[in-house]
């Protein structure tokens, strides 16, 4: 039996990459999974290829997370469904990269209001459910970008950075509810969005790497998962590093 059997996560960019990768590790330990993308199309493919792989309920939800009574729906209709929410995975997350000084102010408020002000949205509509059950797991998908910067990325550090700080906030509020709220910041992860990294930046990325290696989705699963379980009950607040040992 999985340490989340019968539990239910909502997984937000669950769609492709590492939140489909999350979608699968949390339905392959027995969870049932809603899953959050604002392309339908992905979040029907991921939610269907798991309820046949895994033989667990799943239920694919069009979202933008940046929007409160988008997500306010999506949160109606996973309650319509399955009884509680006992896990919540703040993955979604875009870039719009380029230099700060070229930066248009629409690119820096875009990715704000997706990476940060989503995870707000997302954690304060869940997290009013997770109160009143008196139990709750938040994963918050952060990045390694949040703590140490990257050239071309103002507006994703940024907003990596606020989640942080609103993970160790709500850790804070949280804490006497019996919810754990954690972040998880991941280095360089073969996915879409790392796909158009020139030979040359990965190189020089491979560099700096310990392990040698870009991250595969399922590392950053696998601590999801731990984070997402009774396995993980004495911990809250923090902000947990996966990167190869680039950061250290
Ligand atoms: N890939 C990496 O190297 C890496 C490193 C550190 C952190 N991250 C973070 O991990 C998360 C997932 O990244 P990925 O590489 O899998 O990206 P991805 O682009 O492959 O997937 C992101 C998913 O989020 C969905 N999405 C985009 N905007 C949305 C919105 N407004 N509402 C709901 N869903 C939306 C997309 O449709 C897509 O399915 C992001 O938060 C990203 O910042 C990625």
Redesign the pocket.
Known sequence: MGQIEDQVAIV??????????ICEKLAQDGANIVV????KD??EETAEEIKEKYNRKTLALE?????LN?VEEMVNNSLDNFENINILI??????RDTLLIRMREEDWHKVI???LT?VFNCTKVVGKRMIKQRFGKIVN?????GIMGNTGQVN?AAS?AGIIGLTKSAAKEFASRNINVNAI??????????KSLSFEIREELLKRIPLKR??E?SN?ADLVLFLSSSASDYITGQVIVIDGGMLM
Request: hydrophobic share 35%; net charge negative.
């Open positions: 937000t960019g669950g769609g492709r990459g590492i939140g489909k990768a959050g993308d604002i392309s992905l979040a979202v933008n997370v940046g929007n988008s703040n993955n979604a997350g875009i870039t209001e997706v990476n989503g998908i952060s990045s390694v970008i994703y990596k910041a991941p280095g360089f992860i073969e996915t879409e969005m790392t870009l991250g989705p950053v």
